[in-house]
């Protein structure tokens, strides 16, 4: 072998390890992000929950005019509508909101029209 190809050989096994590495990364990301995905969706439904079940306690004749209740309720609305802004990061696990998917589909709808 000559010096030219030792060399050549060295550069090929380190970018074959470096690109091993690197896809590697990138699908340990791409799982940290869907799990953090799965934990939000699963955060914006028990505040949902629970600013729906405060909802119905409010509206009780024993509890109605609460204020400590009514401060509670809006409470729990205003931070589910906080995390309604993190939508696009939790839609990434639920099935039929995938923005690529639409982004074809439109794409397609736009062809045949």
């Given at each position: 072998m000559t010096r030219l190809e030792i060399i050549l050989s060295a550069i090929m096994t380190l970018s074959i390890l470096f690109n091993i590495g690197l896809f590697a990364y990138?699908?340990?990301a791409i799982v940290q992000l869907l799990t953090v995905?799965?934990?939000l969706?699963?955060?914006q439904q028990m505040a949902q929950s629970l600013a729906n079940?405060?909802?119905s306690v409010?509206?009780?004749e024993m509890f109605?005019?609460?204020q400590t209740i009514e401060a509670l309720r809006e409470h729990a609305i205003a931070f589910?509508?906080?995390l309604e802004t993190f939508e696009y990061i939790f839609s990434l696990t639920e099935e039929g909101n995938n923005p690529i998917d639409d982004t074809?589909?439109?794409a397609e709808a736009e062809e045949e029209a």
């Open positions: 990138a699908r340990h995905s799965e934990e969706g699963d955060l079940h405060l909802d409010y509206k009780l109605y005019g609460d589910n509508e906080n074809d589909k439109k």
